[in-house]
């Protein structure tokens, strides 16, 4: 299903890359994880010292490889914003970061000591609609059916946080909260249409994916980037 274009934004973007291992991260998600390669390391310090403070985070097709160039990462990721980090004393650095909105790759190059990515970055504004509504309903009863079932997940806990009126930040939401591999999170985010992207978790949470934890589901601080 395609969007409307009136309901996508798109404009070009460079922002130093941090390279993910078995990690997504969405729009509207705050996300731990822990800088350890050089290039990451690099691409960090270069985000902390503009004002926006932005990175472009992208996950590995390979989490095994340490040197990843552009066949090693997938097309979509997110831009993301650092909220808060932290020199470790072994020289990595702890942080924690905000999806802001998605971006496609479109070029790659090293630079600065770090890679760089020149992307397409996606603001997607999607009304809510009484058809929508409904597809919504049917989704979260679904949602909170598989959260029942995961050790991993209160929905009583979560739907305080959900916007039931902002179609883009609950899809976003209820996607990075399903425990399922890192290939399937992936697809979620590369999908622009709300209806295909519901139509997915509702699919997941319906066959209890991520009862047991196969990567991909928050989990607090992860390994090193």
Avoid: C
Wanted: proline share 6%; glycine share 6%.
């Amino acid at each position: 299903m395609s969007v409307p274009a009136s309901f996508v934004e798109t404009h070009r973007e460079s922002l130093p890359v941090v390279p993910l291992r078995d990690m997504v991260v969405f729009p509207h998600m705050m996300a731990p994880f822990i800088v350890g390669r050089e290039s990451s390391v690099r691409a960090l310090e270069i985000a902390l010292g503009t004002p926006e403070k932005r990175i472009f985070l992208v996950a590995q097709r390979d989490p095994k490889i340490d040197e990843p160039m552009r066949e090693d990462l997938y097309d979509f990721g997110v831009v993301a914003r650092v909220v808060q980090n932290l020199k470790l004393p072994n020289g990595n650095i702890k942080v924690m970061v905000e999806g802001v909105k998605r971006g496609k790759l479109m070029d790659f190059e090293e630079r600065e000591g770090t890679l760089w990515s020149h992307l397409e970055a996606y603001e997607i504004q999607y009304p809510m609609s009484e058809k929508l509504q409904l597809f919504v309903n049917k989704v979260l009863g679904a949602f909170e059916q598989y959260a029942k079932m995961s050790q991993h997940l209160a929905f009583e806990g979560l739907l305080p946080t959900l916007k039931l009126d902002e179609p883009d930040r609950l899809t976003d939401t209820l996607a990075s909260h399903l425990t399922v591999p890192t290939a399937e999170k992936q697809a979620m985010l590369e999908l622009l249409s709300r209806y295909e992207q519901l139509e997915h978790v509702s699919v997941l949470a319906d066959d209890g994916a991520g009862q047991e934890d196969v990567g991909g589901g928050p989990k607090g601080v992860v390994n090193k980037r």
